[in-house]
């Protein structure tokens, strides 16, 4: 689709091997749409130069230009004591600034529609619908509970590049006393109140397998959100309830096939949500 892009964010070698499975993996759906990976020069060279041969457009950016009260507030260290996750773990590379630079997306206006998808996913089945989507539109923040469809996550979202727009951003984003607890997600969420659902099998975050193992449904779901522990840290804590999910993104990472996604194992756990009440 002309004037159309799949968009990422990479600001360290980490998230390059997150990266190099999301571009595989879109590739594997058949789409000939742009895969634009802005990175920053944090990146080394070698890895770059990967994405780019597996299909990826690179675009050089900076991290955004915020005072520096803004970027102590929002320091890897401070963040995490003010606002702990105590749900999962975050990788040690993680440097919750560096998510903010998301918005840089909006400065490509060569592009008419973009979808921005995190560096921690895969996509299993064509996504190119998403650049029909208005601005803004992304799944729910759902892993745990029912109770939490009113949240939105912003690993996958569909956006219209407009410089304007980007300035009114930054504007809003760094205040006096600013404090966005989780980053762009928590910043998009309020500058976008009225933001359209995409169905939840466009986000599906990993931790539906153990959680709501009922709504994981191989058929339905297009991308798939390894969020807190990443695949390529494996092992890690929460690696072996997950072994089929992880196992599905080392094999698109080092090569393989997308499977038959209806031949893929399902969760076993019990679903504690799945009572009469829910029916
Ligand atoms: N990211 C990055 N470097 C960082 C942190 C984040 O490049 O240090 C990018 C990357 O695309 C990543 C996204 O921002 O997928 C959001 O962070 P993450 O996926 O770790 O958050 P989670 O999905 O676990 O909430
Ligand atoms: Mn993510």
Not at 211 to 231: A, D, G
């Amino acid at each position: 689709m002309p004037g159309a892009a799949y968009v990422t964010l990479v600001t360290n070698d980490d998230y390059a091997t997150g990266a190099a499975a999301l571009i595989r993996s879109l590739r594997l759906t058949g789409t000939e749409a742009d895969i634009v990976v802005m990175h920053t020069v944090a990146v080394a060279g070698d890895r770059l130069e990967q994405l780019e041969r597996l299909g990826g457009t690179l675009q050089q950016v900076d991290l955004l230009p915020t005072s520096d009260a803004f970027n102590r507030a929002h320091a890897r260290d401070v963040l995490h004591k003010v606002a702990p996750f105590d749900k999962g773990d975050k990788p040690p590379l993680h440097t919750p600034l560096d998510n903010f630079t998301k918005l840089r997306l909006w400065e490509l206006a060569r592009y008419d529609a973009v979808a921005f998808i995190d560096a921690d996913a895969i996509a299993l089945q064509n996504c190119d619908r998403l650049f029909r989507y208005p601005e803004f539109c992304a799944a729910p923040n759902v892993y745990e509970t029912m109770g939490d469809f009113h949240r939105m996550n912003s690993g996958i979202f569909t956006a219209r590049p407009d410089l304007a727009t980007f300035e009114t951003m930054l504007t809003r984003l760094d205040t006096p006393g600013a404090f966005w607890r989780r980053t762009d997600q928590t910043f998009l969420q309020r500058f976008f109140p009225d933001w359209h659902g995409l169905p939840v099998y466009y986000n599906m975050l990993q931790y539906v397998w153990f959680n709501l193992p009922r709504l994981w449904h191989w058929p339905s779901i297009r991308i798939v959100h390894y969020q807190y522990e990443k695949p390529w840290a494996d092992p890690h804590p929460k690696s072996e309830i997950l072994r089929p999910v992880i196992d599905l993104w080392h094999r698109i990472a080092e090569g393989g096939e997308m499977p038959d996604l209806s031949t893929l194992p399902r969760p076993g756990a019990e679903d504690e949500n799945d009572g009469p009440d829910e029916a």
